[in-house]
């Protein structure tokens, strides 16, 4: 399988415990993108990595999240200390990246859901 | 107003019809626009892209935009089941990164036999 490979599927966890999802993108592609998306809207930009530097933060990321890509490869999204409006689909998806309009696809993975008790 | 706005839906046509679809974006400077189709329970899929002004087809699908009216559509040809699914528009505003898109809402379409 060659696509956006998102773990886990699901999760579900109780308020204010921490969690952390994986994401591996499509290998040749140097941009990683997490969104977030709740029912009935479309997904929100929260952050993104060019190789391992995370370029990019949305206003919407509190401090309780942190991203990582290690080595520019895979990444992964933790959330402490999680609240009830945590709840929602993580998206991740990758791009090549090279700069050129051609190449700013957007490739998602299969997100993992995550539903806070 | 929001930065990226669909019609509310859900839009229902029969098969063999064609579905247009509709989304209007705040930001004039605004340089891409996107179609990703999303079935329940799964991802986005990109279906169609377009920069320029103008139409852009591919296959049953076609991509109209008018940055003069900051608008963007998508019309689907000879409309089948297997297109029920949730549009999203998104849009690249100007000097934003590549790959930092806004989304609409989504509009839910349910072609039926």
């Known amino acids: 399988d060659t696509g956006v490979s998102q773990n886990p599927r699901h999760k579900i966890t109780k308020r204010g415990q921490n969690v952390t999802f994986r994401c591996d993108p499509i290998s040749e592609h140097n941009r990683l993108y997490w969104y977030r998306q709740t029912l009935g809207q479309g997904p929100e930009f929260l952050t993104y990595?060019?190789?391992?530097?995370?370029?990019?933060k949305s206003r919407l990321l509190s401090d309780r999240f942190s991203a990582e890509r290690p080595k520019g490869s895979f990444s992964t999204l933790e959330i402490q200390r999680t609240e009830q409006g945590d709840s929602a689909m993580y998206l991740c998806a990758s791009s090549l990246g090279k700069g050129t309009a051609t190449n700013e696809k957007l490739f998602f993975g299969s997100g993992t859901q995550l539903s806070v008790l | 107003q929001k930065e990226v706005e669909q019609n509310s839906g859900p839009l229902s046509v029969p098969e063999g019809a064609i579905a247009s679809l509709n989304c209007t974006y705040s930001?004039?400077?605004?340089?891409?626009f996107f179609w990703y189709r999303q079935y329940s329970g799964k991802s986005p899929e990109l279906i169609m892209f377009?920069?320029?002004?103008g139409d852009k087809e591919d296959g049953r699908f076609t991509a109209q935009l008018n940055k003069a009216s900051q608008y963007v559509s998508l019309l689907i040809r000879d409309s089948q089941p297997s297109d029920s699914a949730t549009y999203l528009c998104?849009?690249?505003?100007?000097?934003?990164?590549?790959?930092?898109?806004?989304f609409g809402q989504g509009t839910i379409l349910t072609v039926h036999p």
């Open positions: 998104a849009v690249r505003a100007r000097g934003t990164s590549y790959g930092k898109l806004t």
């Open positions: 930001d004039r400077g605004s340089q891409s």
């Open positions: 377009i920069y320029s002004n």
């Open positions: 990595f060019q190789n391992e530097a995370q370029l990019e």
